[in-house]
């Protein structure tokens, strides 16, 4: 686990400010992480496989406000720290894996589009992956006394063996021969490329002298390429995060459903058989979308005998090993470790030490749980926002005492499981701020 | 819960004591709220026009906090629970700020410090309720409330207008002056009208006691004194309430033509507000009117040509004049081309106008309106290129949109209407106004947008080192440097003496003939390159894409695979047809290191052949899947083999250094290539044979290599007995079967095995990295690295240049991503490269990032410090 040493201000605000918009925090999870020992070692253990160069897969259950997103956006986190570049998205009707309409494409923009490294935690880092394979490759020329060029062809080698990895090694050259020749339309070309952007082979070939593109049909191949690319470039391996899987299961086509899982059983086989080198994957979803035996994961014979639960494993005893990670629901418990948490976030760095005491924990549970009975601990989102809003409420107003306050939490049982969309990063777009009456 | 009613009663008898004082300010918006008229509940959503300048701390969110003036133009109680709009001095920009991020406000105008800002606005905006902060609200709210309404009017009047606005225009009507009409005031004649004159004129709502563009006769207007400084003039204007000496200065400007550029701006904003109030409400209650809207829509355009260079100004009148147009204009102002102009939180007006007008009637959206839509977004982000070459940045994306839409983008209307919501400069309207159009808003609509981004982004990605060019050296927008930098089809179209003169010297130099070889240095000599005995590999580079844009190649092109070179070398000069070529295939690659081969071998019997070379051509060009335009620049590079072959005893020497495998390597790629037309005649074999005598194998081993490449599985599967001679047809050479499921090779019919000559290709890559090495000249060979001297000291594990680059950023908080990518330039680094590995060796060492954000780039000097200890 990362160790919760110092707690910046930049993340600091950046934790309140997502769990004040009702979403999963993108960067210091680890300060805000109750429990689950287990399941974060357990995804240690495969990160650290895939930075040895080994293969992992992890689909993630749970149910609705179990936490997925907050586990996916944790894990990423680590795998960041542990030098992997990340890539994540949510599947949606126009995101999936198998497409023939340019969906399957169109994830793999969305990935490449949210690649990240250690020092653009946020996305957009693909440019900064390409220019450290150059930068490295330079620096190694340097060292020999011989040409980069020859050391970028020679790293690349590697790739062009691999299934389209002619292409991807000639478009990595291209953005280094645009740098030197000063081209920027052919840097900006090859990085589009990489992105998945073109979308006709005659474009790609008049822009980058290139016979293929990224298409739906070899999304998955370039997945690996991309693994084998950031490896090259220094980076520990590449760790693919996709939350929604529960799109997959709405597809209301069964032919469409049964492609798309095809899919799926490609990259667990890959990825068990360890043919997939330095790549993970995990995938987050609900259980009718793995145990639904018409439509779900369990509708796939193949997929089913190789999922299924350790027989042995039941109730109490958990089985870390396979590839199902079931997070159990936030208990009271939990819920409690976590608010404090929270408010010693909040207290961090000489704000306001301490705004509400233990006592006062208790009491705002209790009152939570008058107002929408036990769904407040097992659908957290709504119960997170108001104490976070509370807490801002005690710190602008040093006279008011969180007793006077607690009861005014106004919180509405939430509704929509499931498909409730991810908000964008909207600043500030969270009107339900001032909603405390007296 | 007694004690508690009574604070609250307590707090309302201060809040009422509150609202007495407001009454003595010199506040429009609050002043003389006494006005009669019936009492009624107060709205409490929705933006208020509140009029202030405060200073404030504010942290925005991203966590920066910063010291800003802000003029306050609306405040919302609701809105992110309290948060005003207000231009922002910092910024230059309207923001919306939110109350709960403000450290600390000072009112600029009395000095006072606002300890809650949240009741200060509520009070100037007139609204009364939400004073404090925090849930004490709604009820202390309830109270005032009822004992507001019942002696004290909040809003009295609010309604009148706006309640009988035809009855209001009529009004208004009888104290217009239309344009032509002479009159006189104060002993002013002013002639072109197009004033409200006369008295009692109530404004089109909220709390001002009277139109502040009437302009009321019997006021004193102090002649002698008039105050054109604007001295005395209060933020926010009228007639009735301004000092003599102002009225006197502004009737002056009015008598004087409307026209002097240095009038103060307040006076012609007085002006204005009567132009503003005629145009969005009197003329929308006056059908019978209507036909004056032209000349009042003109006479907007012409203050806007006077006075546009005051932002504030600029940006009201604009939008007036976009709105008008739009209501009264014929075409709905989609003939007159929108601005790219950045306005506030939104798309301008204009653009949704427009754009929504052109999708309602199922017409394509043309380029300049898609780009007025992209660059008006306020999600749209545009990088420096687009706004440094705005003229290049509009005419690239123009032509892109073309290539891609043709006339233009159709879409399907969506359902959501269009709604207006204007907000006037004149204090008569009392807040903004809403205009509902029965058109598609296209602030609904993100799919076509992103496509629009994704275009603007390329547009200015592409413009980034031409607008870098720019920055370093302004003035030199023409040299042709700069024009080297632009994109081809930029380029194509910029003449300036500069690019005639290279023209010209090009044909006088070809002649009438397709190619010619010359020395570097008359290049050297006519691109102004930094030394003059050698043509640097950028440089090379920069002058070949300008020569494209012109229709002339040169060979070696860096491009292409070419290097450096010094002034006594040759070069090729030819004509292209095309000037599409940006890339190369690997074909193109393979087909040059072959002729580089074969160039070296023939030039070791003594000089290449006529022969030869037309036959080096003609396999080439026959075989292999080459298009026009890399036919022609193939011939170029060959005929510059020709004339500076490679020099044998270098290249031998060099052929010593590579390991065995390597020039194993190098002569199965010659077969390979010499195989791919599916024969292989005596004359390449010949060719060959020297080939594997110049890399130091076994003359012998090549025949055997030849046989190989026949029968090897791996090139091609022997399924079917192997034809070695054909009959007839072909009298020389051998036949190589044809891939399994087609007819084997013959004679004439001539058929290329399509995947071998991709795994040859595959090969390649392999192949020119280690000929890379043997085939530069080391008088052309780039200096390892520019900036950084080799012995320079290095820090945090970084090397030298990282390390210098480290030590530039020490002793700085942050950075612009322009500068940052001009340091890493000038140390010869990759900035992205450089981001990544400068916060990788600061996690290594502190555990923390070092450099953070896109633009700009934060410092952590706390990690930086234990980076350079």
């Given at each position: ?11 600091r605000?950046a ?22 020992a287990n ?5 240690l ?30 894990v990423?986190a680590i795998?960041?720290?542990?030098k ?9 009707p ?22 990240s ?13 390409i ?7 330079r620096s ?12 970028i ?19 990595v050259?291209?953005?280094?021969r ?73 597809l209301?086509?069964?032919?469409a ?7 799926l059983?490609?990259?667990l ?9 330095g ?10 979308f ?7 994961l ?14 042995f ?33 909040y ?14 924990l208790?009491?705002?549970?209790q ?19 108001e ?11 040093s ?11 106004d919180?509405a ?26 | 819960?007694?004690?508690f ?11 009422l ?8 300010r010199?506040?429009p918006?609050?002043a003389?709220?006494?006005r009669?008229?019936?009492?009624h509940?107060v709205?409490?959503t ?13 942290t ?61 606005l ?12 925090g ?11 009822t004992?507001?309404?019942l ?31 002479i009159?006189t ?18 404004p ?11 302009i009321d ?9 008039p ?7 209060p933020?926010?204007?009228?007639y ?36 503003e ?19 009042l ?10 006075y546009?260079?005051?932002?504030s ?17 014929e ?18 007006i ?13 017409k ?13 977004h306020?999600e ?12 290049e940045f509009?005419e ?15 879409l ?9 919501s204007h ?8 807040g ?40 370093r ?35 006088q130099t ?8 010359t ?17 640097r ?19 070696p ?26 890339a ?8 040059t290191l ?7 071998v ?11 070379e037309?036959h ?16 022609i ?16 005893t ?5 052929v ?5 495998r ?6 199965h ?17 010949k ?14 081993q ?24 054909p ?21 004439s ?10 795994r ?11 000929l890379?090495?043997v ?31 480290l030590?530039?950023l ?23 490269g ?13 555990g923390l ?21």
């Open positions: 686990m990362t160790t919760t040493a110092a707690l910046r201000p930049r993340v605000n934790i309140l400010q997502s769990l004040r918009a009702g979403v999963t925090p993108r960067v210091g999870q680890a300060h805000i992480q109750v429990g689950r399941e974060v070692r357990a995804l253990t495969d990160i650290e496989r895939i930075a040895d160069g080994g293969s992992a897969i992890r689909f993630v259950i749970g149910e609705y406000g179990s936490g997925k997103t907050f586990f996916l956006n944790l990423r795998a960041l720290e542990k992997l570049v990340t890539a994540h998205a949510d599947l949606n126009d995101r999936r894996l198998h497409a023939s309409g340019g969906q399957a494409r169109s994830l793999y923009q969305e990935l490449m589009r949210n690649a490294t250690r020092s653009k935690p946020d996305g957009g880092a693909l440019q900064s992956i220019e450290r394979f150059v930068t490295r490759a190694e020329a340097t060292d020999r006394g011989v040409a980069a060029d020859a050391v062809h020679e790293r690349l080698a590697a790739l062009a063996e691999m299934l389209g990895g002619y292409d991807f090694a000639e478009v050259a291209g953005y280094w645009g740098h030197e020749s000063g081209d920027d339309a052919l840097k900006a070309n090859a990085v589009r490329w990489l992105r998945g952007e073109f979308s006709t082979k005659t474009d790609a070939r008049n822009a980058l002298g290139v016979r293929t593109i990224v298409d739906d049909s070899n999304v998955y191949d370039h997945l690996k390429l991309m693994a084998r690319f950031v490896q090259l470039a220094g980076y520990s391996g590449f760790f693919v995060c996709l939350d929604e899987l529960v799109n997959l299961y709405k209301p086509s069964a032919r459903r049964g492609a798309n899982y095809e899919q059983l490609r990259i086989n890959d990825t068990l058989q360890g043919s997939a080198v790549l993970g994957f995990v995938f987050g979803g609900t259980p009718e793995l145990l639904d035996t018409r439509k779900g369990y509708s796939y014979e193949a997929l089913q005998s190789r999922l299924a639960q350790n027989r494993a039941t109730g109490e005893i958990v089985d870390l090993k396979g590839p199902v990670i079931n997070l159990p629901n936030l208990s009271p418990e939990d819920l409690f470790v976590l608010l404090g948490k929270i408010r010693d976030v207290a961090a760095e000489g704000h306001a030490t301490r705004l509400v005491s233990d006592d006062g208790r009491a705002f549970m009152h939570c749980s008058q107002r929408v009975g036990d769904a407040y601990f097992r659908t957290p989102r709504n119960t997170i926002k104490f976070v809003n509370l807490l801002a409420v005690l710190e602008q107003n006279e008011v005492d969180w007793e006077q306050l607690i009861g005014t939490a919180l049982e939430e509704s929509n499981p499931d498909l409730a969309p991810l908000e964008e990063d909207v600043e500030g777009d969270d009107d339900e701020l001032a909603s405390f009456q007296l | 819960m007694s004690e009613a009574i604070v609250i009663i307590i707090a309302g008898a201060v809040l004591w509150l609202l007495s004082q407001t009454r003595e010199p506040q918006r609050t003389k709220r006494e009669s008229g019936t009492g509940v709205d409490r929705g933006p208020r026009n509140v009029r202030a300048i405060l200073s404030l701390t504010y925005d969110a991203e966590g920066q906090t910063t010291l800003r003036t802000v003029r306050v133009e609306s405040f919302d109680a609701t809105r992110y629970g309290g948060s005003f709009v207000g231009h922002c001095e910092l910024r230059g920009d309207s923001r919306t700020f939110r109350i709960d991020r403000v450290q600390s406000a000072v009112d600029t105008s009395t000095g006072e410090e606002i300890h809650d800002l949240r009741a200060y509520s009070r100037l905006s007139g609204l009364t309720q939400r004073i404090g902060s849930p004490i609200d709604d009820d202390l709210n309830d109270l005032l409330r004992t507001v309404s002696d004290r009017h909040p809003r009295p009047d609010r309604h009148r207008a706006q309640e009988r606005p035809e009855e209001s225009a009529k009004l208004a009507d009888r104290c217009w002056t239309p344009a032509g009409r009159i005031v104060g002993g002013y004649r002013i002639e072109q009208g197009m004033l409200y004159i006369g008295k009692d004129l109530p089109v709502g909220g709390w001002h006691p009277a139109e502040p563009a009437l006769p019997s006021l004193p207007v102090a002649r002698h004194s105050a054109r400084e604007g001295g005395g003039m933020y926010w204007p009228s009735g309430s301004i000092p003599a000496e102002c009225r006197a200065a502004y009737l002056e400007w009015l008598s004087t033509g409307r026209s002097d550029p240095h009038a103060y701006i307040g006076y012609v904003f007085l002006y204005f507000y009567g132009l109030r005629r145009l969005l409400f009197d003329l929308r209650h006056l059908p019978d009117r209507q036909g004056e809207a032209s000349a829509i003109d006479e907007v355009d012409r203050l806007l040509s006077i546009g260079e005051n932002r100004f600029r940006q009201y009148g604009s939008a007036l004049l976009h709105l008008a147009r739009a209501l009264w204009s075409a709905g102002g989609l003939n007159h081309p929108p601005s790219t102009e950045r306005r506030g939180g939104e798309i301008p204009e653009v949704r106008l427009a754009v929504g007008r052109l999708i309602a009637a199922g394509p959206i043309p380029a300049e309106w898609a780009l007025a839509w992209v660059a008006g306020p749209t982000r545009l990088r420096t290129p687009s706004q440094r070459c705005a003229k509009r690239l994306f123009l032509h892109r949109f073309n290539v891609m839409f043709g006339e233009g983008m159709v399907k209307p969506n359902k959501r209407r269009l709604r207006i907000k006037p400069a004149s204090a008569s309207f009392g903004p106004v809403d205009i509902h159009f029965d058109l598609p808003d296209i602030t609904g609509i993100s799919a076509p947008l992103r496509l629009l981004r994704e275009l603007a982004e390329t547009a200015s990605s592409e413009l980034e080192s031409y607008s870098r060019f720019i920055g050296n302004p003035g030199e927008a023409d040299s042709l440097q700069a024009l080297a930098l632009l994109p081809p089809e930029l380029a194509a179209s910029r003449e300036s003496p500069e690019t005639l003169r290279l023209r010209e010297w090009f044909e070809l002649s009438g003939r397709d190619w010619v070889v020395t570097v240095s008359h290049l050297i000599a006519l691109w102004q390159c930094e030394r003059d005995d050698r043509i590999k950028d440089e090379l580079g920069s002058l070949a894409r300008m020569l494209d844009s012109i229709g002339y190649g040169i060979e092109d860096p491009r292409f695979g070419g290097s450096a070179l010094s002034a006594d070398q040759k070069i090729v000069l030819f004509r292209v047809e095309s000037r599409s070529l940006s190369v295939s690997p074909t193109y690659h393979a087909a072959l002729l580089h081969l074969a160039a070296a023939a030039a070791s019997d003594g000089e290449i052949s006529e022969e030869e037309r080096l051509e003609g396999h080439l060009e026959r075989s292999m899947d080459l298009t026009q335009t890399e036919v620049r193939l011939r170029a590079h060959l005929q510059w083999l020709v004339a500076s072959p490679p020099k044998l270098r290249l031998k020497r060099r010593e250094e590579i390991d065995e390597s020039r194993h390597q190098i002569a790629f010659a077969v390979a290539i010499a195989g791919a037309d599916g024969v292989i005649d005596p004359e390449e074999v060719i060959l044979t020297k080939i594997y005598q110049l890399l130091g194998l076994d003359p012998d090549a025949y055997g290599d030849i046989h190989s490449l026949r029968t090897d599985s791996r090139w091609h599967p022997a399924d079917q007995p192997v034809t070695v001679r009959p007839e047809s072909h009298p020389i050479g051998y036949a190589i079967p044809g891939h399994h499921d087609r007819t084997p090779a013959s004679g019919g001539f058929q290329l095995d399509m995947e071998r000559i991709e040859t290709l595959a090969e390649t890559a392999v192949v020119s990295s280690v890379a090495e085939f530069v000249d080391d008088a052309a060979l780039e200096p390892v690295s520019s900036g950084a001297p080799q012995d320079a000291t290095t820090t945090a594990d970084l090397d030298a240049p990282h390390s210098q680059l030590l530039a020490k002793a700085r908080a942050e950075i612009s991503r322009e500068d940052f990518e001009k340091l890493a330039e000038e140390l010869n680094l990759l900035p992205d450089a981001f990544e590995a400068l916060n990788e060796a600061a996690f290594e060492r502190a990032p070092l450099l953070e954000g896109e633009d700009p780039i934060e410092i952590d000097l706390e990690t930086l410090g234990v980076l350079t200890e």
